[in-house]
């Protein structure tokens, strides 16, 4: 009976041990940060003409880590699975255009909205499509996962849309646009925004937008301390004019909500 006890504490303390590793960084990693991001999400986090990471959410994020004495490091994923990376602990954050929606808030923890957006159906300039009733037996594609898909789903367009084609990301899906494949595409206009600067004359925004929206940094639930000094570390750039400058890089104009 000693024998057994005793091999049962052991046992206890080893799955304990693991546990306990598993659940919180210690030494070295205990001042890094892993960013779940997608790298074709300009401009918000996308990659240059030197396949470098950058845009005004890697920016914002290094600002923040340098705030937090935490060193970052950006780990592109599939946005499809961005919960489950996170929740799975293989990333710390996810922070790359996140949409807060109500269906997150019940997977992640957010921190406060630090910029609006919306989702908007970009078109080609030449095509005849001017407003959401257009949308009327047309293909229309957008990104897989992504809030473009949930503003479509809950709109009343959604029905009358011949097919919707689904996208790993939306360089995709503009590029089947350019070419015709598709009619539409339901996009955060963030991202329409800097690709018709990019290729002036090739795409316009219809009408009217399907729905506003904020973005935020997803924390992992139970993980308040992280969301607490994060958000307070975002407060600090508001105040001491650091974020602005980073909008100003990015937008032309500071857009970082307060």
């Given at each position: 009976m000693k024998k057994f006890a005793l091999l049962s504490l052991?046992?206890?303390?080893?799955f304990s041990l693991v546990v306990g590793c598993g659940s919180q960084k210690t030494g070295a990693d205990a001042n890094k940060l892993i960013?779940?991001?997608?790298?074709?999400?300009?401009?918000?986090?996308?990659?240059?003409?030197?396949n470098e990471l950058v845009g005004f959410d890697i920016d914002y994020a290094r600002a923040a880590g340098e705030k937090m004495g935490k060193q970052v490091e950006f780990q592109p994923?599939?946005?499809?699975?961005?919960?489950?990376?996170?929740?799975?602990?293989?990333i710390d954050l996810i922070w790359n255009g996140y949409t807060i929606t109500d269906e997150r808030k019940e997977k992640v923890l957010?921190?406060?909205?630090?910029?609006?957006?919306a989702q908007v159906v970009v078109t080609l300039a030449n095509s005849d499509m001017k407003k959401l009733a257009d949308l009327n037996g047309k293909v229309v594609g957008l990104q897989?996962?992504?809030?473009?898909?949930?503003a479509l789903n809950?709109?009343?367009?959604?029905?009358?849309i011949k097919t919707i084609t689904e996208f790993p990301d939306n360089v995709l899906a503009l590029s089947d646009l350019k070419i015709g494949r598709i009619?539409?595409?339901?996009?955060?206009?963030?991202?329409?925004?800097?690709?018709?600067?990019?290729?002036?004359?090739t795409f316009k925004f219809l009408e009217e937008s399907l729905s506003p929206e904020e973005y935020g940094v997803g924390v992992k639930k139970g993980n308040?301390?992280?969301l607490n000094e994060l958000q307070k570390a975002l407060d600090a750039m508001n105040q001491d004019g650091s974020a602005a400058k980073i909008s100003e890089k990015w937008f032309g104009e500071n857009r970082v909500l307060k």
């Open positions: 052991l046992v206890g303390a080893v960013i779940g991001i997608d790298d074709k999400f300009a401009p918000m986090g996308f990659r240059d003409e030197k994923i599939d946005w499809g699975s961005k919960e489950s990376e996170l929740n799975s602990g293989r957010f921190t406060k909205p630090y910029l609006q957006n897989k996962m992504s809030s473009a898909a949930d809950a709109s009343e367009w959604k029905d009358q009619d539409a595409v339901v996009i955060d206009q963030v991202v329409a925004d800097y690709y018709m600067t990019k290729d002036q004359g308040e301390a992280l």
